[in-house]
């Protein structure tokens, strides 16, 4: 399992590359809460957008998972579930901070998880001002 890839996986980088090419800049394997040892793929920090690319067998896509067979299938069938239990855990807690947590899988377009990334940057975006502007009256 050393060989797994943590971050900069194909997935990933075809919506980075996507996100890219749309002008929106973002910060990569980002630590949202820092008492908390997980990061998400991509982050957009002022706006408290996280972003998840799941891999369909390390996070038992309902799709494409099929479950092992053989000597270790109660093994992975722990493993998955443990997975699992992390992402929901981990969901929670970044929402808790006050971040939109947005999740994916590996298998769906690139193009449009971009187009949903980007609704909600832009939909965060237009809910801030910053404070070295004043409001308008």
Request: charged letters at 35%.
């Amino acid at each position: 399992m050393s060989r797994i890839r943590g971050r900069d996986t194909t997935p990933e980088m075809a919506v980075r590359r996507e996100l890219h090419r749309r002008g929106l800049r973002y910060r990569v394997n980002f630590k949202p809460v820092s008492n908390l040892k997980r990061t998400v793929d991509i982050a957009f920090t002022r706006q408290r957008v996280a972003v998840l690319i799941d891999g369909c067998f390390w996070h038992g896509c309902p799709e494409h998972f099929r479950p092992a067979k053989g000597d270790r299938k109660d093994f992975w069938a722990a493993k998955i579930a443990e997975n699992q239990g992390r992402d929901q855990d981990s969901t929670r807690a970044f929402a808790l901070a006050g971040w939109t947590v947005l999740r994916f899988w590996e298998h769906d377009d690139p193009v449009k998880v971009a187009d949903k990334i980007e609704d909600e940057v832009i939909k965060r975006s237009a809910n801030q001002w910053s404070p070295s502007e004043k409001p308008r009256r």
